[in-house]
């Protein structure tokens, strides 16, 4: 018995093979069931065993007709040629990397500044924007002026600095750590 049923997983070795033996296990017990029964019971285990084999004859032949290679357990081996995908990756890293630099030195740049303005802010106590610019060396025409009033609102922002109330608006000061 142990080696028939080796026997016949061994036949099993490809999708057609399997699907014939669903069908015999199924028509079996199909046909048990005939056997046994009487009446309604047996038309309908026939009617089965015909609807699995038509079905069986329809899967087949759409395989056969659309995947051949399947019925007999074969794939398609696909062969990628990245070779030539690697000079696009090659120069989307190469331009990613560079983009990467200039935020580091653009990032190191504004900390530099960020650092140069906290350092007005601390040494003169209360100072307004035309003394920082001023004492930064920045003409009030500069594009840099918004640079320092975006900083200004980081610092503000951050709880580092706050408006002196004793004084006219624009007059900036650290905040006080209690």
Known sequence: MENNRAGIIQVVNTPLGFFVLVMLVLEVSLGIVAGIGAGFDRTLAITGMLIIVISLIVIVTYLSYKRPEALSGKREKIEIDLSSQIP???EEIDRLNK?????????ERIT?????????LVRGGSVDIDDILRILGIGKDSPLRSEVMGLIGILHE?????????????????????
């Open 88 to 90: 696009p990756l090659r």
């Open 158 to 178: 951050e709880g580092k600095i706050e408006s002196d109330s004793r004084r006219p608006p624009g007059y900036y000061k650290p905040k006080e750590t209690k």
């Open 99 to 107: 983009h990467n630099e200039e935020l580091k030195f653009e990032l």
């Open 112 to 120: 530099s500044f960020k650092s140069r303005v906290w350092a007005v």
